[in-house]
């Protein structure tokens, strides 16, 4: 079977809303392989702790490249302790730089409660505009729904559990089997 020929490892859906000095980080459980689920109970929300400094974590592509990630992540934080921004930044340089790391497929969602960040392997760190940040196949789902009811929900997880369900309703790739975790 040629590479082209290989259906591919699917999507996911993780968001991240922050409100009210909160932000909670949700991810579906969907792994699937073309057209077929290979699991449905999958975590793809982390929370990692390095030098007793809470960030939480959401990954969606590659299982293995986002985990080299979370450890390099980690690493840039335990370097730079409190300071997700230049730990994030520094992260971004580096899969943006290192021949190894600009193969790895993911994208992450990382928040302290005070800060929210969308990394990609461009080379971007981006903060959301509206206090909402969605990535995977089904994300652009789920940051609509979140920016629909954000205004008249209070809760940033009742926020982020809405915003998955319409997501699972709409993408063959999300399902709603959440893992959730906030900070803040």
């Given at each position: 079977m040629a590479e082209s020929d290989f259906p591919g490892w699917h999507g996911t859906t993780i968001i991240g809303v922050r409100k009210g000095g909160k932000v909670v980080v949700a991810g579906d459980g969907q792994v699937s392989l073309g057209q077929t689920v290979i699991k449905g109970t999958a975590c793809k929300v982390r929370r990692l702790s390095p030098g007793?400094?809470?960030?939480?974590?959401?990954?969606?592509?590659?299982?293995?490249?986002?985990?080299?990630?979370?450890?390099?992540?980690e690493a840039k934080l335990e370097a730079t302790p409190g300071q997700l921004a230049r730990a994030s930044v520094e992260l971004a340089k580096d899969w943006r730089t290192d021949k190894y790391l600009q193969k790895l497929e993911a994208m992450l969602i990382v928040t302290d409660g005070k800060d929210?960040?969308?990394?990609?392997?461009?080379?971007?760190?981006?903060?959301?505009?509206?206090?909402?940040?969605a990535i995977g196949s089904g994300g652009n789902f789920a940051l609509a729904a979140a920016r629909g009811v954000y205004d008249y929900v209070e809760d940033p997880e009742q926020i982020a559990r809405k915003a998955m369900a319409i997501a699972s309703d709409i993408c063959v790739y999300t399902n709603g089997n959440l893992t959730v975790e906030s900070i803040g």
């Open positions: 007793g400094y809470d960030v939480v974590a959401g990954f969606a592509g590659s299982t293995a490249d986002a985990f080299t990630l979370l450890e390099r992540l929210l960040f969308v990394i990609t392997g461009a080379g971007d760190v981006l903060e959301p505009e509206n206090d909402i940040a």
